[in-house]
């Protein structure tokens, strides 16, 4: 059976009082980090990959099996694409939004 993006972001929800917040501080640490040093767009990517890397395998480390440390690899993907999939379907929404509000201004 295949989840859908709902379905997983749904599962970890609960845990959104942890990583929300989280993920927010570090994105604002890394827009720092990126404007001081004016880095561009395959180098911020390939510093994520590096850090994300270097974390799962960190977490790979505390399991024994191979089937266990593919699950942990496995997840990170599922989360990353599920939240790729989120902030594009919120950034449709808001561009739908927007040119919903023009019209309507452009009516009046």
């Known amino acids: 059976m295949d989840r859908t993006t709902c379905d997983i972001l749904a599962e970890i929800a609960p845990k959104g009082y942890l990583f929300e917040p989280t993920a927010e501080k570090l994105r604002q640490v890394l827009n720092d980090i990126i404007d001081e040093y004016e880095l561009d767009h395959a180098t911020v990517l390939a510093s994520l990959a590096r850090l994300s890397a270097a974390y799962v395998y960190q977490l790979q480390r505390n399991i024994d099996d191979a089937h266990g ?39 009046n």
């Open 69 to 107: 440390k593919q699950v942990m690899k496995d997840s990170f993907n599922t989360f990353f694409e599920a939240f790729l999939e989120y902030s594009k379907d919120v950034d449709l929404r808001q561009q739908q939004e927007e040119k919903t509000l023009n019209e309507r201004l452009e009516r």
